[in-house]
């Protein structure tokens, strides 16, 4: 059984990356959308891929690549079915979980602080994304970006919203009082 808030899985374990990288496409499967658009709040999901390269740099693991999809929602303006596409741009870092460390040359275990990284690369002042197990799931990577993806007021191709005509304005609870007080200073 599928974990609901983890319904795609496509790990790569780190020992089965070659030195010069790993390039992959993936697609999901049909129920693997159905649980997809059912998590993102969509109509539907009929296409999702991506295609991912994964670029190991010391104890580190890069991953860049595209996530894209055709999703099934309902337009805020029409409420008329629609289909969205989707185009996300993905680049991660991944690193040993830091409560795991890392290993000195006597072989003892060292603890790296964020602070130590960004003295060496101030670009990765950002925290690197933990490995899970030795692992990269990039089935897990996809469906985040295409959840980040995902317009949260989709609209139909022209479609304005044009706002109904309020008629005329009706009375409000004080125009007893002020037609009173109006009549009084005529008089």
């Known amino acids: 059984m599928s974990d609901p808030e983890r319904p795609w899985s496509v790990p790569v374990k780190i020992e089965d990356v070659p030195e010069d990288g790993l390039s992959m496409h993936i697609t999901a499967d049909e129920s693997v959308r159905q649980r997809i658009a059912a998590l993102g709040g969509l109509t539907g999901l009929s296409r999702l891929e991506a295609d991912f390269a994964i670029t190991p740099q010391g ?22 079915p629609m289909e969205s596409e989707i185009s996300e741009e993905v680049d991660l870092v991944f690193a040993p979980d830091p409560a795991e460390g890392l290993a000195t040359p ?3 275990p060292v603890a790296e602080s964020p602070a130590a990284v960004a003295s060496r ?26 959840l980040l993806g995902i317009d949260p007021y989709p609209r139909k191709p022209g479609a304005v919203f044009d ?16 037609a009173l007080a109006e009549k009084n200073r005529k008089d």
């Open 59 to 80: 104890r580190r693991f890069t991953v860049g690549g595209t996530v894209t999809a055709t999703a099934g929602q309902i337009c805020v303006v029409t409420l008329e």
């Open 106 to 108: 006597a072989g003892e």
């Open 121 to 146: 690369d101030p670009a990765a002042a950002e925290p690197p994304e933990p490995l899970e197990n030795g692992t990269i799931d990039l089935g897990a990577v996809a469906t985040e970006f295409l």
């Open 163 to 178: 706002a109904p005509d309020p008629g005329p304005a009706e009375p409000g609870p004080f125009a007893a009082l002020a």
